[in-house]
């Protein structure tokens, strides 16, 4: 088996946090690191966070000054040992096979990428799904990278080599992830 290395910044999300990583420790596919990485949260993230890593030997948890979502990743991804590595944020979680589907989807395909639909959950209702090119609008670059299924930070699995080499930029707060990701894009090929 290949490790995952799976990692959460985690600021503000006592509400959310357990979902979280609750979907993380009941995936198909078990062999996991789980870095979690405490962004200064001033509430009890911490606190769960410690909790998880006192039950679970797959958990780890790292503790830093608050810097935002792109220093906690960049934080967890120095850590990471996994031959692939995830990203997810706090507040989004994973159905049990996602991780098992996108693994096996890089194998077969002889990818370093692999990357998955997702959707918008509120209210017990799932709605925003990515339906492909169906939803392109007026040929537009934006609205096909936004509207279809493209590659973000939590619904894409990549080979630990693809990502170590590179960071999150530490100055955005909003669409890191489309940054960190265009020159992936550009160089591999994404199953």
Known sequence: M???????????????LRKCVDSILAQTYTDLEVILVDDGSPDSSSVIC?????????VKVLHKENGGVSSARNVGL???IGEWIIFLDSDDYFLPEGLAILLHTALQRKVKVS?????VEKEHKRYGQCTGRS???????RAWYF???YPRAGAALFYTTVVKKKLFD???C???DVKFLFPIMREYRIA
């Open 147 to 149: 509207m279809t299924c």
């Open 135 to 141: 939803r392109i609008v007026k040929n537009n670059f």
């Open 78 to 80: 120095e850590k990471a």
């Open 115 to 119: 990357a998955a639909n997702f959707y």
């Open 174 to 176: 909003r669409y890191e």
């Open 170 to 172: 530490e100055a955005l």
């Open 2 to 16: 290949a490790k995952i290395s799976v990692i959460v910044p985690v600021y503000k999300a006592e509400r959310v």
């Open 50 to 58: 410690d909790q998880y890593a006192e039950k679970d030997n797959r």
